[in-house]
């Protein structure tokens, strides 16, 4: 079984501000990442973050291995939440997530705190 150059690129919806994405772990099918990041959300009740899983290429475009998606309605706030994912599409595989909903003291917009692993 080939091996695969996998990262993770995660996504506010479709607000590519509003985006991270990981190193590359290079020839490796059981990656981890232990990366942090922010992202700002400004309706919480309606925008998801969008996680996918891409395996590296050097020449053409990159595939896609899997991907989730995490509605923020459903993380409670200031709570650290530890899960694993189903990755869809992908015929095995799964991927952690650590997260903390962040809310902002003011105003409407929001913080996302996500691990990866």
Request: glycine content about 6%; charged content about 20%.
């Amino acid at each position: 079984m080939g091996r695969s150059d996998p990262f993770v690129m995660v996504r506010v919806d479709t607000d590519k501000k509003q985006s991270f994405e990981t190193k590359r772990i290079e020839n490796s099918l059981d990656p981890v990442w232990n990366e942090d990041c922010e992202l700002t959300v400004t309706d919480p009740a309606t925008q998801s973050i969008q996680v996918k899983v891409y395996d590296h290429n050097s020449i053409g475009t990159h595939k896609r291995m899997g991907y989730t998606s995490v509605p923020i309605s459903t993380l409670q706030p200031n709570v650290p939440q530890d899960v694993w994912l189903p990755l869809l599409e992908a015929p095995t595989g799964s991927i952690r997530l650590v997260m903390t909903f962040k809310p902002f003291a003011t105003g409407s917009s929001y913080v996302k705190s996500l691990g990866y692993h």
